[in-house]
């Protein structure tokens, strides 16, 4: 089966840190690009940070320096895309999502909010 999952979210204090991880089920996802996005209350979607399958990365300046993309091999048809995250802020209160295949895949998003 083909899907995405996240998982990783929750409520921190200012300055802290979370780690979101993507289960990517499905061996097509190796050959495109993987993004976290994120949606805060009220706002349009927004891309944070991008890897393609070469492992090239980007990332929204507003993370950049604090957010971290990577992944890792979990066996024969699927891998896990993780979004490191130091240093939150209250703006980056959202809900994220995994996004991936080409842009046709996209997880059912981890809430993460940062408050004191």
């Known amino acids: 089966q083909v899907q995405l999952v996240e998982s990783g979210g929750g409520l921190v204090q200012p300055g802290g840190s979370l780690r979101l991880s993507c289960a990517a089920s499905g061996n097509m996802f190796r050959f495109y690009a993987m993004s976290w996005y994120r949606q805060a209350l009220g706002k349009q979607r927004e891309l944070v940070a991008s890897m393609t399958s070469g492992g090239h990365t980007v990332y929204a300046d507003s993370v950049k320096g604090r957010f971290t993309i990577s992944s890792d091999n979990t066996g024969n048809t699927g891998f896990t895309v993780h979004l490191q995250m130091n240093k939150l802020k209250p703006e980056d209160t959202a809900v994220y999502y995994c996004?991936?295949?080409?842009?046709?895949?996209w997880g059912q998003g981890t809430q993460v909010t940062v408050s004191s």
């Open positions: 996004n991936g295949g080409g842009g046709s895949y």
